[in-house]
T-cell receptor
Framework: AQSVTQLGSHVSVSEGALVLLRCNYS??????LFWYVQYPNQGLQLLLK??????LVKGINGFEAEFKKSETSFHLTKPSAHMSDAAEYFC???????????FGDGTTLTVKP | DTGVSQNPRHKITKRGQNVTFRCDPI?????LYWYRQTLGQGPEFLTY????????KSRLLSDRFSAERPKGSFSTLEIQRTEQGDSAMYLC???????????FGPGTRLLVL
């Protein structure tokens, strides 16, 4: 069984500030972990993924995430927020032997000018 | 490669009617997934195919739902006797193999009146 908890359904930051979106997972087997971004009325776009290689994963648009097995976490960060980062972000977990992904409920990121 | 496409993008129907959605995956992707997303929540897994074989169905998929992928290429998702609770965004994703990234389409937004 696998599950994802995203802490904070809404996060608001000022433009230029650090972005930190939290994700904790549960998985009975070594997980694959993903962060997706979704803009209004659109599908999901992959930001980055962890598949048991380097624990610090760099993605698109300046985002990165660190896999911490001891904390079962995969938090998403970006050093400096941009207005265009305002969107909904989803953390997801899957496993090497099960293709389906389990998603968190999402975090809406607001960026204030 | 144009990505995953879904048609229609929007569908409004009356309760009790049948609806069918189509998903065209990225060419050569042998895995195809269907998810449902309701407002304020992350996508929930419905079913997936490897080529033309439907390998797993979620318990969310009631008897009114059926999915096919007849030639291992495009897929259809049919909902019979729609209910207001079926109103949601229906997302399709495809991947090249079990361990590879799922690429999502733009979704079909269904509204049942």
């Amino acid at each position: 069984a696998q599950s994802v908890t995203q802490l904070g359904s809404h996060v608001s930051v000022s433009e230029g500030a650090l972005v930190l979106l939290r994700c904790n997972y549960s998985s009975s087997v070594p997980p694959y972990l993903f962060w997706y971004v979704q803009y209004p009325n659109q599908g999901l776009q992959l930001l980055l993924k962890y598949t048991s290689a380097a624990t610090l994963v760099k993605g698109i648009n300046g985002f990165e995430a660190e896999f911490k097995k001891s904390e079962t976490s995969f938090h998403l960060t970006k050093p400096s927020a941009h207005m265009s980062d305002a969107a909904e972000y989803f953390c997801a977990v899957s496993s090497s032997n099960a293709g389906k992904s389990t998603f968190g409920d999402g975090t809406t990121l607001t960026v204030k000018p | 490669d144009t990505g995953v496409s879904q048609n229609p993008r929007h569908k409004i129907t009356k309760r009790g009617q049948n609806v069918t959605f189509r998903c065209d995956p990225i060419s050569e992707h042998n895995r195809l997934y269907w998810y449902r997303q309701t407002l304020g929540q992350g996508p929930e897994f419905l079913t997936y195919f490897q080529n033309e074989a439907q390998l797993e169905k979620s318990r969310l998929l009631s008897d009114r739902f059926s999915a096919e992928r007849p030639k291992g290429s495009f897929s259809t998702l049919e909902i019979q006797r729609t209910e207001q609770g079926d109103s949601a965004m229906y997302l399709c994703a495809s991947s090249f193999s079990l361990q590879e990234t799922q690429y999502f389409g733009p979704g079909t937004r269904l509204l049942v009146l």
